[in-house]
């Protein structure tokens, strides 16, 4: 069974950073794009960033120049270093992954369980 996993959550003061985890396991055959969505209490959820296999990345424009995906494609890893944060980053973030596991034909899209960042003022 696909698994993805999110660690490094917190609490974190206004200006403060925090770096995101998520690490995807299981049979997986290939990893199309991983990413980061957020939702805040009363909100949709939104896109924060992306990243391709090939690492092509692409970013919301309330996060741009703040935040940096990254991955490691050999660990099934994504990451989001998220530097100046500010009160509106607090929310729910999730971790999600197009791949194809080794039991399908074709390309899904799993989720993580979300891991909390709030940020106070």
């Known amino acids: 069974q696909v698994q993805l996993v999110e660690s490094g959550g917190g609490l974190v003061q206004a200006g403060g950073s925090l770096r995101l985890s998520c690490a995807a396991s299981?049979?997986?055959?290939?990893?199309?794009?991983m990413g980061w969505y957020r939702q805040a209490p009363g909100k949709q959820r939104e896109l924060v960033a992306t990243i391709t296999s090939g690492g092509s990345t692409s970013y919301a424009d309330s996060v741009k120049g703040r935040f940096t995906i990254s991955s490691v494609n050999a660990k099934n890893t994504v990451y989001l270093q998220m530097n100046s944060l500010k009160p509106e980053d607090t929310a729910v973030y999730y971790c999600?992954?197009?791949?194809?596991?080794?039991?399908?034909?074709?390309?899904?899209?799993?989720w993580g369980q979300g891991t909390q960042v709030t940020v106070s003022s």
């Open positions: 299981g049979p997986i055959f290939s990893i199309n794009t």
């Open positions: 999600k992954a197009r791949l194809r596991s080794v039991l399908e034909w074709k390309e899904y899209d799993y």
